[in-house]
């Protein structure tokens, strides 16, 4: 695409002001007063200036944006929630298509289902649908955006349980990269539905989810139990056995990283390095204090959190950790256990933590997540045992190379041990990468899907499945 000097796109069909008067929401140019909010995205290590910002009010303004896209050969860029680890959700130069104004969500109590829109924040679906008693299994931070997150899977504090946030899914509005509606779900574009399931942006943009409910909590015993650092080679072998018997009720996240100075944390403890357990039990609280007693008592934990609380509160627990703006570099892998060497790869390398807010977490797959067959849906890793998330973090460009170096220093170190990785955490890795993810033979099948629905790569923004040629 060219840009004029003010940075307009040159247009071979329409023009900007006939976009402008087909939205029923609001199109941002650079210069505006809007604009500088409206190109932000969470990390902020990514600065990117696209050319037109399409905020949509609804389907008929995605679809509008979509051919104007097409129709001048725009590069093409698709916000749900702007949490991309990479900063895929904008672009230099181009147009993005931002969908976080679409927020209605309809939860239906009787039929345990939710419609929700494609702008909705986690935080947002988790207040509707625990006003009933309900939820949909999403991610652990609520202002993460539903739509990225759910359309590559969606770990999440009850997946033992009820599964990735794909497995509760049962239909989709989608617009394709010919500006058409279509719908997804079991019975219809099964194909496509099977995708979308893992799939990411590739094939079009999604414009309103339905979700199958589940009762949780609303109170649940969630929450962390901390241990020093020293500590943290016992504690990890502990809990690999002790986990190995655990419920599907039960999901649990180690965390690695120096206390923050946050009011419930005690004082001595500020800014010392804490191996921490993250529990959340999806069942009576009272069988959760039986199942959590003995982690509660291994060894001398320095703090325990894990209380009963309300499922909403445990959701935001991680909020204050991952803020908008600061500089994220992240890196993920899955393994298949905690063996004695990953352990002892996992305290070396937490031992080496020297920024204040850097850290890293161990996902706990497992349950209802690998009941699933790997071939049912196009998300990669159901039989994985663990997922790794190492974030380099700063406030600001200083000191930003030297957690850089820690993380890659990190996930090398464990590479012998991979197995898979999770397509929503990988950075701009290259297509190897993403085949990994997905796997080389669902790898394919999606590259066929992605060249029927979308040959010319229109949604190339994303975790890109190159299509066929
Ligand atoms: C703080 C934080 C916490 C996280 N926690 C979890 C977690 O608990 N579990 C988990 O599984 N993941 C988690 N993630 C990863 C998360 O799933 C991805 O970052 C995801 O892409 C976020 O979705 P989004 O809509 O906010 O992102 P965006 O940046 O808006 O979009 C990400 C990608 O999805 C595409 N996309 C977005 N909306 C649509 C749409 N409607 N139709 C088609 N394509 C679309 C975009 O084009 C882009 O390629 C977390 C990320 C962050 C930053």
Redesign the pocket.
């Known amino acids: 695409m060219t840009l004029t000097e003010d940075k307009s796109p040159v247009l071979r069909n329409g023009t900007i002001q006939d976009l402008e008067g087909r939205l029923r929401g609001e199109l941002v140019r650079p210069g505006e007063a809007t604009y500088e909010d409206a190109r932000k995205?969470?990390n902020g290590s990514i600065d990117r200036s696209p050319a037109l910002v399409a905020r949509c009010a609804g389907v008929a303004d995605v679809i509008a944006a979509v051919k104007f896209a097409k129709d001048n050969g725009l590069l093409l860029?698709?916000?749900?929630?702007?949490?991309?680890?990479p900063g895929?959700?904008v672009c230099d130069g181009g147009i993005v298509i931002d969908?976080s104004l679409m927020k209605g969500i309809r939860v239906d109590p009787e039929a345990r289902t939710v419609r929700a829109q494609?702008g909705v924040l986690l935080g947002e679906l988790d207040r509707e649908t625990q006003e009933f008693g309900l939820a949909v299994p999403s991610?652990?931070?609520t202002?993460?955006?539903?739509?990225?997150?759910a359309?590559?899977?969606?770990?999440?504090w009850l997946m033992r349980k009820y599964g990735l946030a794909i497995d509760q899914l049962l239909s989709v509005d989608l617009i394709t990269a010919e500006g058409e509606l279509v719908k997804a779900s079991v019975s219809e574009n099964p194909d496509l539905f099977w995708g979308l399931r893992g799939g990411?942006?590739n094939f079009?943009?999604?414009?309103e989810f339905e979700f199958r409910l589940n009762p949780v909590g609303p109170i649940v015993l969630a929450g962390p139990v901390f241990w020093p650092i020293e500590e943290s080679p016992n504690v990890l072998r502990f809990y690999r056995e002790w986990i190995a018997e655990a419920p599907d009720e039960l999901m649990t996240i180690v965390a690695h990283r120096k206390a923050p100075p946050l009011p419930f944390v005690p004082r001595e403890l500020h800014g010392k390095l804490v191996v921490s357990v993250v529990c959340c039990y999806a069942g009576a609280v009272e069988e959760g204090e039986r199942v959590m007693k003995p982690l509660k008592e291994f060894g001398s934990p320095v703090l325990d959190l894990c209380v009963p609380k309300p499922f909403l509160t445990h959701q935001a627990m991680f909020d204050p950790s991952?803020p908008h703006g600061w500089w994220y570099y992240l890196r993920a892998c899955d393994v298949a256990w905690l063996t004695d060497e990953v352990i002892d790869i996992t305290v070396d390398h937490a031992l080496r933590i020297k920024s204040p807010l850097s850290t890293f977490v161990i996902w706990q797959l497992g349950g209802a997540v690998s009941r699933v067959g790997e071939d049912e849906t196009a998300f990669g890793g159901r039989s994985a045992g663990h997922t790794f998330n190492i974030a380099g973090i700063t406030e600001s460009a200083e000191g930003f190379e030297v957690e850089r170096e820690w993380v890659r220093n990190f996930w090398t170190a464990l590479e012998p041990y991979h197995t898979s990785v999770?397509v929503?955490?990988l950075m701009e890795e290259g297509e190897e990468r993403v085949r990994q993810a997905y796997g080389a033979e669902k790898y394919e099948r999606l590259r066929a899907l992605k060249r029927r629905l979308d040959p010319t790569n229109l949604f190339r923004?994303?975790q890109n499945i190159m299509p066929t040629t």
């Open positions: 995205v969470w860029a698709v916000r749900g929630g702007g949490h991309s680890f895929l959700s969908l494609a991610g652990i931070v202002h993460t955006g539903l739509s990225g997150l359309l590559g899977g969606g770990i999440n990411g942006g079009g943009i999604v414009t991952f999770y929503n955490f923004l994303n």
